[in-house]
């Protein structure tokens, strides 16, 4: 009876099914293989360099799973290293590329920011989390490299406005009135670390940002 070449992409009616439902395991090339080597045809054996082959493709497929396995720990250690290094920023102060601000109740907030030229008018929109122009502030002129200003809490109408978290936009012109490059940084206290998903989100206030947008540390006091 022959058998068809185990290493041919044939597949038998039902068998495909049981195929994909789980993968198939180094037993399970050696057990096709053995099959086919006990119902092969004595009178036209396999072909040596045809069996060499198929023993090839079996040691490529032992070395594959044994990677396989190597890299399924290497993530998971470097799942508990990112952990660890998210619990270490606890109490220190980090900046995040970002545009929201955190303001608590009856306070101030800093609004950090960094320009990529010097500007002649810069802008502050600040919105609510609904989207709504919460103030808009005139910084005036400024060099390029990283700048802040101080927001008194207060709404275009002069009132506090509610604690929480807020979204600000930078506009940015120079002295012929084109646009400059201008984003925006968050920084603040890391007060608490937020586990599971794809990453740790670190805890700045009410807002929450990941580990991996970190862009600078500073240790407190």
Known sequence: MAIPNIGAATAQPGAGQALTARTVTQDDFLKLLIAQ????????????QEFAAQLATFNSLGQLIEINGKLGQLQNGQGSASQYNAASLIGKEIEVSGNALNLAEGSSASVNYQLGANAARVGISIRNGAGELVRRID???????????????????????????????????????????????????????????????????????????????????
């Open 37 to 48: 080597l006990q119902n092969q045809n004595p009178l036209e054996p396999m072909d040596n």
């Open 139 to 221: 910084a005036g002129s400024q060099k390029a490299g990283e700048q802040m200003i101080q927001w008194d809490g207060k709404n275009s109408a002069g009132k506090t406005a509610p604690a929480g978290r807020y979204d600000f936009e930078i506009t940015a012109v120079d002295v012929s009135g084109r646009n400059i490059p201008a984003s925006g940084l968050v920084r603040g206290t890391v007060t608490g670390v937020k586990l599971g998903g794809n990453e740790p989100l670190l805890e700045i206030g009410a807002m929450s940002v990941p580990l991996s947008s970190v862009i600078r540390v500073r240790a407190q006091g």
